[in-house]
């Protein structure tokens, strides 16, 4: 390939090490992702998945390994530089949703536009509100929402910027099928429009979307493969019917 | 530049209202601080005019000689205490007086006693401070006559029963009734009315304008029953040359008093400018005290605003973190929190002022309408600039500290602290 690697991992390690017990959580990994790639990441609980999407989003940094974002070796990059790439280049749908207590919805989504340098006008935040089915609901605090509810603000804030990549990690876990399939929706629309999409996601038809899935089971690579088109093309049929 | 202040001013004001109480209870901490401050050092400078007011009721070019309990010093408990206490002092006599004034720089003199005694006119009595002094006296005091005449030297030669009254005491005895040649009595016996003086303007505790003026002699013979003197004072044509003139009184008296060890002095000699040398002493040492007092209020008003503003950072870490991971900088985050403490200071900072002229007008008010005490209310924005300055001051320090703290959290290790 000619084009360099949006993201390419090189043995990559995170270890925690809380007083006296030293947690390992991931080993070696090494993945390259490509400008406009839809990823799946999967596995089972506490392999490390949400801890891989941290490192990848600009928010921890790897214990040891190399990380390359579009060239750039990121270790060689200032907390502010770190902060203007989460800010104008990353969403992040977080599994925690991490809403601000006390805040509207709008106000919530509004969050990364007050710190951006992009000319983007509050109406982007009306629309990304919109986008999740949420706008009568946009003057409610955010501790007044049900859990999917939260989620869907969640995402409808990593998506106000417009940035180029999207981790979500499970942004259908508190959802029901039919909203999460809405959420699919919306992603998969995103990722045909150039963006990148890497998603953590439990449930098979969540998966589908991506084209590419990654299995990680305690830190370790498991799986790489490339899903069939077949399986997106079928997807797309169920999403219009 | 402006548009950043606008971003940062509309965050601090977002979470400022987000923690509306302790928003409030930090701004109420700042604005005591800040009053307190005013109060003190308004209420130090009426104090120090109190006290200077007091001092120059008598004049501000005088040399006095007072009768002392030998042995202590002047200002000494000892000596008051033992004045007071009945140690009758009986050496200060008037031919001492007369010695006093053939220094070449003594003008003239008076000299005279004070004493306490119900004065009264028709149904009216009063307690009155009586002031036994020599007729020279309305020429060297500042105070004058407002009506009728102060009594003659040959008045008092003569023993004469006649009063001068203080504007005040006319008004409690005789209210609008013309006071002049009207018999009023003194202890057991009658005076006639010849003067009164003008107001003097109550001077702290004590007010010239109650007292009653009695010749000297008569006073000593008819009321006291003795021929010493508490007090003479002398005033000298050129007031730069009190201080040798007071010492040189000094060695005249030791000599008219046959006192070869000068702690055995029966007397003290002091001159306007040691008084107000003296005052300026009392009235540093006062400022300084009250500047001691002001400061460690303050200082516990920032230490107040440090602990809210940290606990505030503590608190609102999951905030920090999610601020950071949605892309803020660090001097974003240190901007929005040094806001947070500058709009809590500002605030407190008018309210305090507010508070603080308005305690510092109602002392005032209460002292000189209900108490009668000559306590000017100031405002000096001297005062003000000095307390808003160092509040602002607190609160940017007190502030800087946490907001840096919560700048430099790793955005992930922050909102874990959920
Ligand atoms: N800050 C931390 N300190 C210590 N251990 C941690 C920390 N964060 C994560 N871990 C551990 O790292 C492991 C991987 O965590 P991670 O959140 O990445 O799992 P996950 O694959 O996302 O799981 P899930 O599917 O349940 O979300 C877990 O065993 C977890 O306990
Ligand atoms: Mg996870």
Redesign the interface.
């Known amino acids: 390939m000619a084009e360099k690697p949006l993201i390419k991992l090189i043995n990559i390690c995170k270890e925690y090490a809380n007083e006296e017990v030293v947690t390992k959580v991931l080993f070696d990994i090494n993945l390259e992702l490509q400008k406009g790639e839809f990823v799946a990441i999967m596995g089972p609980s506490g392999s490390g998945k949400s801890t891989l999407m941290h490192i990848m989003g600009f928010l921890e940094k790897p214990t040891s390994g190399e990380y390359y974002y579009k060239g750039k070796k990121i270790s060689d990059l200032t907390e502010d530089e770190l902060a203007g790439i989460r800010n104008q280049e990353v969403g992040f749908i977080f599994q925690a949703f991490n809403l601000l207590q006390r805040t509207s919805v709008y106000d919530n989504v509004r969050l990364p536009l007050v710190y951006s340098d992009k000319n983007i006008g509050d109406e982007a935040v009306e629309k990304a509100i919109k986008s999740v089915g949420l706008y009568h609901r946009k003057d409610n605090l955010s501790n007044q929402l049900s859990g999917g509810e939260k989620q869907r603000v969640a995402i409808a804030r990593s998506l106000v910027n417009q940035p180029e990549i999207i981790f979500a990690d499970e942004p259908t876990g508190n959802l029901d099928s039919k909203s999460g399939k809405q959420i699919m929706e919306i992603l998969q629309s995103l990722n045909e429009e150039g963006k990148t999409i890497v998603l953590v996601t439990h449930e098979k038809y969540t998966a589908e979307h991506a084209r590419r899935i990654i299995k990680i089971i305690d830190g370790k690579i498991v799986d790489d493969f490339k899903v069939k088109h077949q399986l997106l093309a079928k997807n797309e049929n169920d999403l219009t019917k | 530049m402006f548009k950043t202040f606008k ?1 940062n001013f509309n ?1 601090a004001s ?1 979470a400022l209202w ?1 923690h509306k109480l302790r928003a409030v209870l930090t701004v109420l901490g700042v604005t005591v601080g800040i009053a307190v401050v005013i109060v003190v050092l308004s209420a130090g400078q009426a104090i120090k005019d109190f006290i200077t007011g007091q001092m120059t009721v008598f004049g501000t070019d005088w040399i006095e000689v007072e009768i002392k309990v030998p042995s202590t010093a002047h200002t000494s408990i000892e000596n008051v205490g033992g004045l007071a206490q009945g140690i009758s002092i009986t050496t200060l006599k008037i031919s001492d007086a007369e010695e006093i004034k053939k220094h070449p720089n003594i003008r003239d003199y008076y000299a005279g006693n004070v004493a306490q005694e119900v004065a009264s006119y028709k149904e009216k009595n009063k307690i009155t401070m009586l002031f036994g002094v020599s007729a020279s006296f309305i020429d060297i005091d500042p105070g004058e006559i407002m009506q009728g005449r102060f009594y003659t030297e040959a008045e008092e030669k003569g023993l004469a029963k006649v009063a001068v009254l203080g504007s005040g005491i006319k008004e409690t005895l005789f209210g609008d009734e013309d006071p002049i040649n009207k018999s009023i009595r003194i202890g057991r016996q009658n005076f006639r009315v010849v003067g009164v003086m003008a107001e003097k303007g109550s001077a702290g505790f004590f007010s010239m304008d109650d007292v009653i003026f009695l010749p000297n002699v008569t006073m000593q013979k008819l009321i006291l029953g003795i021929d010493h003197l508490t007090f003479i004072f002398a005033q000298p044509y050129d007031n730069s040359l009190a201080r040798q003139t007071a010492e040189d009184i000094t060695l005249i008296m030791r000599e008219s008093h046959d006192i070869t060890d000068p702690t055995k002095d029966d007397f003290i000699v002091m001159s306007s400018q040691e008084a107000l040398e003296l005052l300026d002493t009392v009235t540093g040492v006062i400022t300084i005290l009250l500047f001691a007092i002001a400061l460690i209020s303050l200082l516990v008003g920032g230490i107040g605003i440090m602990n809210v503003m940290y606990v505030s950072v503590s608190e609102r870490t ?2 920090i973190g ?11 985050i240190l901007n929005q929190f040094l806001t947070e403490a500058i709009i809590i200071t500002i605030w407190g900072g008018v309210l305090g002022i507010a508070l603080g002229v308005s305690l510092s007008f109602l002392i005032s008010y209460v002292a000189i309408n209900y108490y009668g005490f000559n306590w000017q209310f100031y405002l000096s924005l001297t005062y003000i600039a000095l307390a808003a300055g160092m509040s602002i001051a607190a609160g940017l320090i007190a502030g800087l500290y946490p907001a840096r703290q919560a700048a430099s959290l ?3 290790v922050a ?1 874990r602290k ?1």
């Open positions: 971003k965050l977002e987000r999951f905030e999610l601020r950071k991971a949605l892309g803020a900088k660090y001097s974003d790793d955005p992930m909102l959920e």
